[in-house]
Each structure stands twice: as structure tokens, then as C-alpha cells.
């Protein structure tokens, strides 16, 4: 019951969850659409059934490697919260509630300095990643958590 509650607390969650049951209806219908065009006479249509079918298999794949990076995330985040060593937000913000760039820019070395002393400490990879987002920039802010969950499941895997 503590999922469901979770769930409907959290709207980040609850956008996910509306966003991957739309994604499956389209991977189902899609799938569908694959095997009537598959099953057709038709040579041209064959080919087509077979090129629908990669559709949502690529889908699925990438659903389910997000919905993993997620949950990872999730699980890293509530350790450093546990901890007590998640960065602190307190950047100072627009009034539109957006974090002022300079600022984040002006906090950054400091979690890149903390990685560059400990690249093999996940907990760095973790808040450099929060460093990046709050800087705007969230194509390395995502390569960090990636590398971050890389080094999380290595330890996780090596300690059992």
C-alpha cells in the first residue's frame, strides 16, 4: 500500500507512472499493428510488420533502462538523505522559483573538486550530477548520475 501512497503523493511520480502506461498502450497497439502487417500476404507488407516489431522492442528497452536509472537514483538519493550528505539546496532563485545560474556556477568547483580528489566514490558522482543541474546543464548532470549508479551497482555488487 506504501507504493500506491507514494505514488499519488509524489506528482513527479505519478507523471511517470501516466507517461509509462501511455507508452505501453503505444507499444501494445504498436506490436499489434506489427503482427496484422506481419501476417499479411504481401511481401511489402511483411517487411513493414517486421520494421513495426523493432518499435516496441526499442521502447521497451528504453522504459525499462529508465525506469531502472529512476529507481537507482531514488535509492542513491535516500542513502546521502540517510546520511545526511545530499547537497544543500539553497541556491538563491529567481522569483519564478529558478535557481540564478551564477550562483550555481560559482558552487560548482567545489563538487568538481570533490570528484576529481575521489572519482571512484559514487557519493561524488552524486552531487557533482546535482551540481550540473542546478547549473543548467542536464546532459552532464544525467552522465554523472549514470556514472554515479555505475559505481553504486559495482559496490553494491562487490560487497555481496
Known amino acids: 500500500m506504501s507504493f500506491f501512497t507514494g505514488l499519488f503523493s509524489n506528482r513527479a511520480k505519478l507523471g511517470v507512472a501516466l507517461v509509462t502506461l501511455l507508452l ?5 497497439v504498436s506490436a499489434q499493428r ?3 502487417l506481419l501476417t499479411s500476404p504481401e511481401l511489402t507488407a511483411r517487411f513493414m510488420g517486421a520494421a513495426y516489431l523493432v518499435l516496441p522492442v526499442v521502447g ?6 529508465e525506469l531502472m536509472f529512476g529507481a537507482r537514483t531514488e535509492k542513491m538519493a535516500a542513502i546521502l538523505a540517510e546520511e545526511g550528505r545530499l547537497p544543500v539546496d539553497d541556491l538563491p532563485r529567481t522569483p519564478a522559483g529558478r535557481i540564478i545560474r551564477e550562483a550555481a556556477d560559482a558552487e560548482f568547483p567545489k563538487y568538481k573538486a570533490e570528484t576529481e ?14 551540481a550540473y543541474d542546478a547549473a543548467g546543464d ?3 548532470a544525467r552522465r554523472s ?3 554515479a ?12
Open 24 to 28: 505501453l498502450f503505444y507499444l501494445v
Open 34 to 36: 506489427g503482427w496484422l
Open 60 to 65: 521497451a528497452w528504453a522504459l525499462i533502462r
Open 117 to 130: 580528489a575521489a572519482p571512484e566514490d559514487w557519493r561524488s558522482w552524486f552531487r557533482l550530477s546535482c
Open 138 to 140: 542536464r546532459t552532464r
Open 145 to 147: 548520475m549514470r556514472q
Open 149 to 160: 549508479g555505475k559505481l553504486f551497482a559495482e559496490r553494491a555488487k562487490a560487497g555481496s
